[in-house]
């Protein structure tokens, strides 16, 4: 009887019926759950709001447009090549497309002069900057970081157009601005709602006391403050800025130095000096400004050091040593 009953069952249409109903319910409910836990992921992601900028050629891939405030940029240098990035300010209504054909054919000319040991002609080029470039300014960044690093630096950006830029130099001299690294970034009206970063050391820089560290490093995780008292525009026309550097043996603190001066022929061009690894800071910015950058510190020998001809001479090149 029970065999003639399973039989009945099977080849009952409505029994087949409910069997498909059941399995589209539970096929339904799975995708539900699924769809929960993706939704759960892209929420915990953006409450961490983290602007992530990866560069893999000459490119900064991110968003286009971030929110205003407080924002933690997160950078990962997958490329070969040594690089930074720096928010600029241009002028109302200039864009990227302004950096290229007007402001970096200037820089190329003026340092392919420069590569030639003719420096008077190289930097009489730039009169040839148009007017507005005076204008620009410097909002900030991350410090120099090496190929597969990551760095992290936080700003707060006021609303409005910026502009993103990398001008380290190839081994011909070009800069990578001329190779396509500058991309336009939006500032929305949209306040991020993060809070200014708690630091556990505090740096002060300025052209009069150089860079100043206030608190013992330690190994370890640490969040660093760095405050512009000042900002002026050195020989090489930009400003200062703090570089951390993880020296590995044999590093060569005099190629470093000279290295980070742009306007030397063989400063802040590929490659960069052996033994040497940046791993981030905290770029340009005016006066009164704060910025805040992350490392994890292993045992060893550090330098702190400022993108500036001489910098040894003008207090912004600390060497330390984590134990």
Not at 72 to 96: A, C, M, V, W
Not at 133 to 156: K, R
Not at 174 to 196: A, P, Q, R
Not at 211 to 236: L, M, P, R, W, Y
Request: hydrophobic residues 40%; contains cysteine.
């Amino acid at each position: 009887m029970m065999q003639y009953f399973k039989i009945y069952l099977v080849k009952n249409p409505l029994f087949r019926l409910l069997i498909l109903i059941a399995f589209i319910l539970l096929f339904l409910q799975s995708c539900k759950d699924n769809k929960k836990e993706i939704q759960k992921e892209d929420i915990a992601i953006e409450k961490e709001n983290v602007v992530e900028v990866i560069t893999q050629h000459m490119d900064f891939q991110m968003r286009d447009t971030i929110p205003s405030g407080w924002n933690t940029f997160r950078y990962k240098n997958q490329s070969p090549q040594t690089h930074f990035f720096l928010i600029d300010k241009y002028p109302e209504g200039k864009t990227s497309e302004d950096a290229e054909k007007l402001v970096s054919p200037v820089f190329d000319s003026a340092m392919e002069l420069i590569m030639e040991g003719k420096a008077e002609e190289g930097f009489a080029q730039f009169a040839n900057l148009p007017e507005w470039f005076s204008d620009v300014v410097f909002i900030g960044g991350t410090g120099l970081l090496s190929p597969n690093q990551t760095a992290e630096t936080t700003l707060h950006l006021k609303p409005g157009n910026y502009i993103i830029e990398c001008y380290v130099k190839m081994n011909n001299g070009m800069f990578h601005t001329s190779m396509g690294m500058t991309k336009d970034l939006v500032v929305s009206n949209i306040d991020s709602k993060n809070e200014k970063p708690t630091a556990d050391i505090s740096i002060n820089i300025s052209s009069t006391e150089g860079i100043v560290v206030k608190d013992s490093i330690t190994a370890g995780n640490h969040t660093f403050e760095v405050n512009f008292i000042d900002q002026i525009t050195h020989e090489n026309f930009v400003g200062h800025d703090v570089n951390l550097v993880k020296l590995e043996e044999n590093a060569n603190i005099d190629e470093l130095e000279m290295w980070m001066n742009w306007a030397n022929p063989k400063g802040l061009i590929e490659p960069a000096p052996k033994a040497i690894i940046f791993m981030g800071g905290t770029n340009d910015m005016p006066t009164g400004n704060t910025g805040f950058f992350t490392a994890n510190l292993q045992p060893g020998k550090y330098a702190l050091i400022a993108e500036v001809p001489n910098a040894k001479s003008k207090n912004m090149l600390q060497e330390f040593e984590v134990k």
